[in-house]
């Protein structure tokens, strides 16, 4: 194949805005803003559960606390209606009066029973909605923290995508001015081996940075200038410039 010396520089001036395309690429794939918003999802996710089991926690136990004060008013309801008729004077038998009295006596122990149930349920639900707080608190800071590495991120690949944007335009102009059997061969080394030209310098193939035999950089100083050139070693195009000590 054969093309003039500074169509063939411009492959490296292609190459290099291609190196710049390929780093901006790996750049937006691997912002560190992505691996944060995935943790930071993660354990949004995690306190959201946690907050859930939580809530149930708490409502269960209100449910059960208006239950025990409930059963409390209950037992207090029929103490009181007992002590209500005792002191009315209406029961007049002994047998009568020293039951009556025996109730009253046991509604009022199953009242303190029971109340102390009340307080026991108390300080498990004051515990438990002090937990749905806090897990609530921590939920919603992962959330914020979340919000602002989606902004970071965001603003990242805004910039990310602008200069990839300026770089593409740079290559479709460089591409323009080489020839379509050059650039189809510098696109299918690129496609192989990730760059499809390199330079020559100091008897060195800029590509896979190996050094050239005499021989080797005999037949290049014999080529023609316009004949396209392959590294032997890793079969890129090889450019010859002024740095190329031949």
Do not use: F, W
Not at 72 to 87: F, I, N, W
């Amino acid at each position: 194949m054969k093309a003039a010396p500074e169509i063939q520089k411009r492959l490296l001036d292609l190459a290099e805005l291609d190196s710049v395309i390929d780093r901006l690429a790996h750049r937006r794939r691997t912002l560190p803003e992505l691996a944060e918003i995935d943790e930071l999802s993660k354990r949004y996710a995690k306190l959201a559960t946690e907050v859930i089991e939580a809530e149930t926690e708490a409502g269960d136990l209100a449910r059960e606390q208006t239950k025990a004060e409930s059963d409390v008013d209950a037992v207090r309801l029929r103490a009181d209606r007992d002590q209500r008729r005792l002191d009315s004077g209406a029961v007049t038998s002994p047998k009568d009066l020293s039951g009556l009295q025996s109730e009253i006596v046991s509604l009022n122990k199953r009242q303190g029973d029971l109340e102390e149930v009340v307080l026991e349920i108390m300080e498990r639900r004051e515990a438990a909605d002090a937990k749905v707080a806090d897990l609530r608190r921590q939920r919603d800071e992962v959330a914020t923290a979340r919000t602002a590495a989606a902004d970071r991120r965001d603003a990242a690949l805004a910039e990310i995508d602008k200069e990839a944007a300026e770089a593409e335009g740079r290559r479709t102009t460089v591409a323009a001015d080489i020839p379509a059997d050059l650039l189809g061969l510098y696109q299918k080394l690129k496609g192989q081996y990730g760059v499809g030209a390199a330079m020559l310098r100091g008897g060195r193939c800029q590509g896979c940075k190996v050094a050239l035999s005499i021989a080797e950089m005999n037949q290049i100083k014999s080529a023609p200038h316009d004949e396209v050139l392959r590294c032997d070693e890793c079969r890129r195009i090889l450019v010859r410039t002024a740095e190329s000590g031949l």
